[in-house]
C-alpha cells in the first residue's frame, strides 16, 4: 500500500524555471526520502532528511520536511529539460528494516 | 549504473506459466528488496532480505510468489500460475544498512512482466 500522496501528479514548466512537488504521509517516520525514475527504469536516490532535520540541499535539490504536518517538499530549482523524470517520495519507519514505503510520485516534464 | 543486477529485462508469458526473476545486489550489500511497480504508481514493498534470511513479506504478496535468496547475495522471485494482474515492473532494490542506521536503497533497472 503507499504511504501517501504527492501533489501535483504531473508538472510541467520550462527550462530555468522551478519545480516544486510535495508529499504527505501517514505515519511516524525515521527518515524521509526521494528518489528519481527516468521512463522504464529503475529509481535513483536523491537525498534523504531525517525525521530530526527540517531542511537539506544538495546541488540544485532543496528538501524540507514538516513532522507536525507529515509533509514534505522537493524543490529543483532552475530546472533542465533533463530533469524530466517521475519524482518519488518515500518513507522509512521506525522500525530498522531500511524498508521504505513510496508515494505516486510526480510526473515532471521540463520544456526546452 | 547503480550496480543492481535484474535478468531479464522483460518477459512475456502466457496466463498460468511459471516466471522466475534474478536479482544480483551490489556485492557488499546485506539487504535485498522487491518490489512491484505498476503504470503510473509507485512502487509497492513485496518482501526483504538480510543477508539469507526473508524478514518480512507484505501481506499483498499471494501464495503465488515466492521469494529465495539461498546464500545472501543474488535473489530470485518465482510467481506461480501468473495472472494477467501480475503484469508490472518488478523492481529490486539493495542496501548496505547497519545496526542503527536505514540507508538509501539502489535500484535496478527491473523486470517488466506482461502476462497475457
Known amino acids: 500500500s503507499q504511504q501517501g500522496e504527492e501533489d501535483p501528479q504531473a508538472l510541467s514548466i520550462q527550462e530555468g524555471e522551478n519545480a516544486t512537488m510535495n508529499c504527505s504521509y501517514k505515519?511516524?517516520?525515521?527518515?524521509l526520502q526521494w528518489y528519481r525514475q527516468n521512463s522504464g527504469r529503475g529509481l535513483v536516490h536523491l537525498i534523504l532528511?531525517?525525521?530530526?532535520?527540517r531542511e537539506k540541499h544538495s546541488g540544485r535539490l532543496r528538501v524540507t520536511l514538516d513532522t507536525s504536518k507529515k509533509s514534505s517538499s522537493l524543490l529543483i530549482t532552475a530546472s533542465r529539460a533533463a530533469d524530466t523524470a517521475s519524482y518519488f517520495c518515500?518513507?522509512?519507519?521506525?522500525?530498522?528494516?531500511?524498508?521504505?514505503?513510496f508515494g505516486q510520485g510526480t510526473t515532471l516534464q521540463v520544456k526546452p | 549504473d547503480t550496480g543492481v543486477s535484474q535478468d531479464p529485462r522483460h518477459k512475456i508469458t502466457k496466463r498460468g506459466q511459471n516466471v522466475t526473476f534474478r536479482c544480483d545486489p551490489i556485492?557488499?550489500?546485506?539487504?535485498l528488496y522487491w518490489y512491484r511497480q505498476t503504470l503510473g504508481q509507485g512502487p509497492e514493498f513485496l518482501t526483504y532480505?538480510?543477508?539469507?534470511?526473508?524478514?518480512?513479506k507484505s501481506r499483498l504478496l499471494s501464495d503465488r510468489f515466492s521469494a529465495e535468496r539461498p546464500k545472501g547475495s543474488f535473489s530470485t522471485l518465482e510467481i506461480q500460475r501468473t495472472e494477467q494482474g501480475d503484469s508490472a515492473m518488478y523492481l529490486c532494490?539493495?542496501?548496505?544498512?547497519?545496526?542503527?542506521?536505514?540507508?538509501?536503497?539502489?535500484f535496478g533497472s527491473g523486470t517488466q512482466l506482461s502476462v497475457l
Open positions: 532494490a539493495s542496501s548496505a544498512a547497519g545496526q542503527l542506521t536505514n540507508e538509501k536503497l539502489f
Open positions: 505515519t511516524s517516520i525515521n527518515n
Open positions: 532528511i531525517r525525521s530530526n532535520e
Open positions: 518515500a518513507t522509512a519507519g521506525s522500525g530498522n528494516t531500511g524498508k521504505l514505503i
Open positions: 556485492s557488499e550489500h546485506n539487504r
Open positions: 532480505f538480510q543477508n539469507e534470511a526473508q524478514l518480512e
